[in-house]
């Protein structure tokens, strides 16, 4: 009895092999003090956890608000953007209409997309990864897809898509999510259009600004807009320690996340005039808090060696265009200089 949409469907990959040094997942590497933990932990034990939270996480709002230079009005919380990303895979368009983005990209458009029974048009990246807008128009052209999903910048590949390539297919009458999952290390954004137009939408997330596992997610649109989209949003979906958390570590604890992403910043630029700089690499540049990279050898073969030396990272190269490609998201400096001696010493075994 189970829809053959939903027995076609693979579960969303994540790494969960172990290891001593975890590059794999773009997390912050963000580890509190324990002072700061015990503050935290003080404070989720006044959490009265037989009552329900919140339905509307007013406080927690409050203070995105504050963050975000938006009205409270303007935002729609989920539990994690992946949430956020289901409700809108429902509610842009008619079922019968498709969901376009350029691949490789983000899976979780894809898995909505699939679970909602939706039309896909995925157009593969021109050889810079940006966005081959011919191909893009002409296969939104003969499909009409009614829904456009843009990560920027694109996860995996790390660059920021051009602004005006973003704004021709959003021109062709699709409704554009601009999903800003990365943004504090881009520093661009869409957020003005967001709250202005009805066309546009922004998603972002504290799971890459060190809270993964509390999953908030965080749309911005227009008033009229949010107001339709939280219509169906599940009640109660931000949790009670969720909501106290976050509003936590982002009031009294912020400037510790806002000195690690500084920190991540700096790595990352760092990380790559390293890795430009080694024999049988080519880096690509990066506008994310991870950065892709090819190598001469097989990825499989180059990603167990490296596990082999404690160090886990993503491969991606069974996505399109990206052949011989592993990720690596940017991690403490410490973290870092081990990767780049697990690459050194794995490559040198390699050859
Ligand atoms: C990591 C990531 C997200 C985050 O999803 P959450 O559900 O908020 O953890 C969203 N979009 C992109 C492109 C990402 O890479």
Redesign the pocket.
């Known amino acids: 009895m189970i829809s053959d949409r939903i027995k076609k469907l693979s579960p969303y990959k994540t790494e969960t092999t172990q290891a001593k040094i975890r590059l794999s997942s773009?997390e912050l590497p963000l580890y509190l003090p324990e002072d700061v933990r015990i503050r935290i932990a003080k404070e989720v034990s006044k959490i009265p956890i037989n009552k329900y939270p919140d339905p509307n996480a007013t406080e927690l709002k409050e203070v995105l608000s504050d963050h975000l230079k938006v009205k409270e009005e303007n935002i729609v919380l989920g539990n994690?953007?992946?949430?956020l990303?289901y409700y809108l895979s429902v509610a842009v368009g008619e079922p019968n209409r498709g969901v376009f983005y350029p691949v490789p990209?983000?899976p979780?458009y894809e898995i909505s997309a699939k679970v909602f029974g939706r039309e896909r048009v995925e157009v593969p990246l021109d050889e810079n990864m940006d966005i081959d807008l011919p191909s893009s128009l002409s296969a939104i052209k003969t499909r009409s897809p009614i829904l456009a999903f843009i990560?920027y910048p694109n996860?995996p590949t790390g660059r920021c898509f051009t602004k005006s390539k973003i704004e021709s297919i959003r021109q062709e009458g699709l409704f554009t999510v601009i999903?800003e999952?990365?943004f504090h290390f881009s520093k661009k954004t869409f957020l003005e259009d967001a709250i202005k137009r009805e066309d546009t939408v922004v998603?972002r997330?504290?799971?890459?600004i060190g809270m993964?596992g509390l999953?908030?997610?965080i749309l911005i649109a227009k008033e009229e807009i949010a107001h339709e989209i939280n219509k169906m949003r599940l009640p109660f979906n931000i949790t009670y320690p969720s909501q106290v958390i976050a509003r936590l570590m982002l009031t009294e604890f912020y400037p510790l996340i806002e000195e690690c992403i500084n920190t991540v910043i700096k790595e990352r630029d760092r990380l790559i005039r390293e890795l430009s700089q080694m024999e049988g690499i080519e880096v690509f540049p990066s506008d994310a808090n991870f950065i892709l990279f090819r190598s001469s050898f097989p990825a499989e073969k180059l990603h167990k060696e490296l596990l082999v030396r404690g160090v886990l990272v993503r491969n991606v190269s069974y996505l399109p265009r990206l052949e011989r490609c592993l990720r690596v998201s940017v991690g403490l400096p410490e973290e870092n200089d081990a990767f780049l001696d697990a690459l050194e010493s794995s490559l040198r075994s390699l050859t």
Not at 80 to 83: H, R, W
Not at 205 to 208: C, G, Q
Request: no cysteine; proline share 0%.
């Open positions: 773009n994690g953007s992946d949430e990303i990209t983000f979780m990560s996860n999903d999952a990365y998603l997330t504290l799971s890459k993964a999953r908030v997610g």
